[in-house]
């Protein structure tokens, strides 16, 4: 769940908003339930199917939220949402007679036992990280995608050159909602029980954006430690070459792959180093004056 969650803000579907996802997550978790409960689905693997439905009523909710909120700005923008947030929560708290207010939800309680009691939960997350990520991958790589690499970096310039970023960002803020929707549904259906306090809670937005920025250092960390791990332990005439060009040559850049780095380069290096003077340079001609 928690990976999926990181798929989908880390991704291009993300609107810089911590609240929504807290709101969106139990929205759909209450909304898989009500489903459930009227149309008198059974528990087992058929609530499965009934997902895509909660998704689709998160996305109905994300369209009114998002035409509002989007109007909006930096600072401006996260009070909305935050107000936003907290009004679902009231909404599910005050509502007794479809929500069962302070007393909670119950879902119908899977049948399955023992240790494969996670397995048909761990499948469906598994699919929608799967389409999560080929959705991502694809918006990254699409017009609309460029249009909202262009919002990110300088809306008014982007909205100057003729991007509608009210339309794309609203578009990115729907079906981010609608995934996060689907995951609150599927995880309400793993605990059985929601209530207000639990299913929309501002922890849950804060959780996922702490994984995403931990995972990024993480994995800064780690190559700059294979890094210098290869440039410590390597050994041989790349390791002699590089420093050799790395302390003579200020203008170019050592790599491995630069020329640099070569044996005649080095054989170059130790020529210069001998002479005083680069090989094939001139040397100065000095002019005897008679007295």
């Given at each position: 769940?928690?990976?999926?969650?990181?798929?989908?803000?880390?991704?291009?579907?993300?609107?810089?908003?911590?609240?929504?996802h807290?709101?969106?997550?139990?929205?759909?978790?209450?909304?898989?339930?009500?489903?459930?409960?009227?149309?008198?689905?059974?528990?087992?693997?058929?609530?499965?199917?009934?997902?895509?439905?909660?998704?689709?009523?998160?996305?109905?909710?994300?369209?009114v939220?998002?035409?509002?909120?989007?109007?909006?700005?930096?600072?401006t923008?996260?009070?909305v949402?935050?107000?936003m947030?907290?009004?679902?929560?009231?909404?599910?708290?005050?509502?007794?007679?479809?929500?069962?207010?302070?007393?909670?939800?119950?879902f119908?309680?899977?049948?399955?036992?023992?240790?494969?009691?996670?397995?048909?939960?761990?499948?469906?997350?598994?699919?929608?990280?799967?389409?999560?990520?080929?959705?991502?991958?694809?918006?990254?790589?699409?017009?609309?995608?460029?249009?909202?690499?262009?919002?990110?970096?300088?809306?008014?310039?982007?909205?100057?050159?003729?991007?509608?970023?009210?339309?794309?960002?609203?578009?990115?803020?729907?079906?981010?909602?609608?995934?996060?929707?689907?995951?609150?549904?599927?995880?309400g259906y793993?605990?059985?029980?929601?209530?207000?306090?639990?299913?929309?809670?501002?922890?849950?937005?804060?959780?996922?954006?702490?994984?995403?920025?931990?995972?990024?250092?993480?994995?800064?960390?780690?190559?700059?430690?294979?890094?210098?791990?290869?440039?410590?332990?390597?050994?041989?005439?790349?390791?002699?070459?590089?420093?050799?060009?790395?302390?003579?040559?200020?203008?170019?850049?050592?790599?491995?792959?630069?020329?640099?780095?070569?044996?005649?380069?080095?054989?170059?290096?130790?020529?210069?180093s001998?002479?005083?003077?680069?090989?094939?340079?001139?040397?100065p001609?000095?002019?005897?004056?008679?007295?």
């Amino acid at each position: 769940m928690w990976a999926l969650h990181g798929v989908e803000h880390h991704g291009r579907l993300h609107r810089l908003c911590l609240p929504r996802h807290a709101a969106f997550f139990g929205f759909g978790a209450y909304a898989f339930g009500l489903v459930l409960a009227h149309l008198g689905i059974q528990a087992g693997y058929e609530p499965f199917l009934f997902v895509p439905i909660a998704g689709v009523l998160t996305v109905v909710l994300a369209l009114v939220i998002g035409w509002i909120a989007l109007r909006t700005r930096a600072a401006t923008f996260v009070i909305v949402t935050i107000a936003m947030m907290f009004m679902v929560q009231l909404l599910a708290e005050n509502l007794v007679g479809l929500t069962g207010g302070g007393s909670g939800l119950s879902f119908p309680v899977p049948p399955w036992t023992g240790d494969f009691f996670d397995t048909p939960f761990y499948y469906a997350m598994l699919v929608m990280a799967v389409v999560s990520l080929l959705l991502s991958w694809w918006i990254r790589r699409s017009k609309f995608g460029l249009g909202l690499l262009a919002i990110r970096d300088d809306e008014d310039k982007a909205l100057a050159v003729g991007v509608p970023a009210h339309a794309y960002k609203l578009t990115a803020f729907v079906i981010s909602a609608g995934l996060v929707g689907m995951i609150g549904a599927v995880y309400g259906y793993y605990v059985t029980y929601i209530y207000p306090q639990y299913a929309i809670d501002p922890l849950v937005g804060i959780s996922l954006v702490l994984m995403v920025f931990l995972a990024v250092l993480a994995r800064s960390g780690a190559r700059c430690w294979v890094r210098s791990s290869w440039n410590r332990h390597s050994s041989g005439w790349r390791t002699t070459s590089a420093r050799a060009c790395c302390t003579s040559s200020s203008t170019q850049p050592c790599s491995w792959s630069s020329s640099c780095c070569s044996p005649a380069a080095s054989s170059r290096q130790s020529a210069t180093s001998s002479s005083g003077s680069p090989p094939g340079a001139r040397r100065p001609v000095r002019h005897r004056v008679d007295e």
